[in-house]
């Protein structure tokens, strides 16, 4: 895997977290400032933590399971249906529905459903 950077993580925007009147206080340790309403991310640990997340979910593919690919952004949504059909993964590219992973019984209920259809 190639070694992230910071600086490129800042010029595709990654650091711009939610407006602060809508955040998790669990948050507040990923945070570095805010600036215009918004929260400023912090990006060396998004680095760190990245690179940590992709170390597992090598690790998870590698024997065998499933990894969920999530991108729900019109940024980045077409990207990650191509990689995840390329790799035979689910994923997540329209809107995220609550309760899809706390919830599995209800949800694989419903995705039969719309194979039915």
Known sequence: MAKLDPKDLLKTGAHFGHKTSRWHPKMAPYIYDKRDGVHIIDLFQT????EDACKKAQAVAAGGGE???VGTKKQVSGLVRTVAESLGQPFVTERWMGGMLTNKATMQSR????KKL
């Open 67 to 69: 990894v969920l690919f």
């Open 47 to 50: 680095v760190e933590l990245l």
């Open 111 to 114: 995705i039969k459903h719309l």
